[in-house]
């Protein structure tokens, strides 16, 4: 297929969209939009799994990650326990971890979609989006911008769950046996300050997460 003959038909296709924007209700729009976006996305993610899956591997062994995102996430989640929960930063040392690790992915996530995004941009500028050696050729090049975005959305998306994933990492800190209050069934302790201690009562079979200060004594 020439290259004239696949500009008329994008042309078409565009201009065949357009109509049928009229017609549709804005929320089918938005529906349709998504299921395209990500259904192009997985097709080139699966029509390229080999590729990805070597760059999955190897990512979390990265500089990039190890050094920087990891740690920017684990000082972010730090941050964010001590905002909403009034911890003390030196009480929630695993809870920050854990945090940071779960704040990663959707970063990562982010940062690895934009990155392509400039690369795909820059490459189209310079003029070689369609030049690629042996080592980099990817199957339907013309997905590749769907997959991007994917990544880009499903990072965003990914966000909220992580800010309520963060505040169960503080069972990481908490202790059932401690001088903030008295051994009790399905409830852990963590201290807040040296006056203050957080009783926790919580059973992740029943969706309960009873989270409530308590005076305690320095320990």
């Not at 804005?26 to 192009?40: K, M």
């Not at 699966?46 to 920087?68: E, Q």
């Not at 080592?135 to 990544?151: C, D, N, Q, T, Y």
Request: charged letters at 20%; proline letters at 3%.
């Amino acid at each position: 297929m020439s290259i004239e003959l696949k500009r008329i038909i994008a042309a078409c296709l565009l201009v065949l969209a357009v109509w049928l924007a009229r017609y549709i209700e804005h929320d089918t729009q938005t529906i349709l939009i998504f299921t395209i976006v990500f259904s192009c996305g997985a097709i080139f993610a699966i029509c390229n799994r080999k590729k990805l899956s070597v760059f999955v591997k190897n990512w979390p062994g990265s500089l990039l990650y190890t050094a920087v995102i990891l740690y920017v996430c684990k000082i972010s989640a730090e941050k964010a326990i001590n905002a909403r929960t009034g911890i003390e930063v030196e009480n929630i040392r695993y809870a920050s971890t854990i945090g940071g690790f779960i704040y990663s992915i959707p970063f990562s996530m982010l940062l690895i979609s934009l990155w392509m995004f400039v690369r795909l941009g820059t490459n189209k500028l310079s003029g070689t989006a369609g030049v690629q050696n042996a080592e980099e050729k990817e199957r339907v090049p013309a997905l590749k911008i769907f997959f991007v975005g994917s990544l880009l959305g499903l990072g965003m998306l990914a966000l909220s769950p992580a800010d309520v994933l963060l505040r169960y990492a503080v069972l990481a800190d908490a202790t059932k046996v401690t001088t903030c209050g008295p051994v009790e069934d399905e409830v852990v302790y963590i201290r807040k300050n040296p006056d203050t201690c957080a009783r926790i009562h919580v059973n992740l079979f029943k969706g309960i997460y009873d989270f409530t200060d308590v005076p305690g004594k320095a320990g």
